[in-house]
């Protein structure tokens, strides 16, 4: 979750799902049209969930100030994980493991906007019995983003900005997961841009045999970053 001009990632655990869309939600409408201290203070005040909020390319400093310290200005609890170098999505859920703990997750990369919010998602995702599970969205470029390669329905795997895509489904930032990921992204070697891959780790639940499943939205989304 963000202050206007910045988007570093949230992992979400021990929480309500109806009061975390909410507050989401709220947040990043506030943050889109940039609007007053007390709408931001309002929407934070939703909030009263477990937040780790992890940043590696934004002054952590602002992001605090900003949000303060704690979250008890809002009625929430939040806790800051520092990524100590940006090594990659994937890391920074690592560095979580100990946050988490036991819980399922929502992971949720702040630049992203997506109308309705993920309660059904994280719902779906919760009676699915799943170890992972993905937004999908159709774009009208996909080489910029990761693509989804289906059979059916079924996520097959998962391909990073290929020049040739397999489907014009994008693989937008909202993601959720099992503790199950953590004992994938262990076993991950750095990419060509040394960063450890949230791709990489969809793609190894799936070789691991265990399940992510795949929803296609129909909803405005933006990718604000």
């Not at 489907?167 to 060509?192: K, M, R």
């Given at each position: ?31 889109a049209s940039a609007t007053s201290d007390a709408v ?110 289906l059979a059916g329905e079924q996520l097959l795997r ?68």
């Open positions: 979750v963000a202050s206007p001009g910045t988007s570093p990632n949230v992992t979400i655990g021990k929480h309500d799902v109806t009061t975390y869309d909410s507050a989401v939600s709220d947040l990043l409408r506030t943050a931001w203070s309002q929407a934070m005040a939703s909030l009263a969930g477990t937040l780790a909020v992890t940043a590696t390319e934004y002054p952590a400093a602002s992001i605090v100030a900003t949000l303060g310290r704690d979250g008890s200005a809002f009625g929430a609890q939040f806790t800051y994980i520092q990524q100590a170098a940006p090594l990659g999505i994937a890391h920074g859920v690592l560095v979580c493991r100990e946050f988490i703990g036991d819980d399922a997750f929502a992971l949720y990369l702040g630049d992203n906007v997506l109308r309705g919010g993920i309660t059904t998602f994280v719902r779906d995702f919760a009676a699915a019995g799943a170890d992972g599970a993905v937004i999908l969205k159709a774009v009208g470029d996909p080489r910029a983003f990761g693509v989804a390669e998962v391909v990073e900005k290929p020049p040739e895509p397999p489907s014009n489904l994008a693989v937008i930032g909202l993601y959720a997961f099992t503790p199950a990921v953590f004992e994938i992204i262990e076993t991950q070697q750095p990419s060509a841009r040394r960063e450890l891959e949230i791709a990489d780790t969809i793609n190894g639940l799936l070789a691991s045999g265990r399940s992510d499943i795949a929803t296609v939205t129909a909803e405005y989304w933006i990718d604000t970053g």
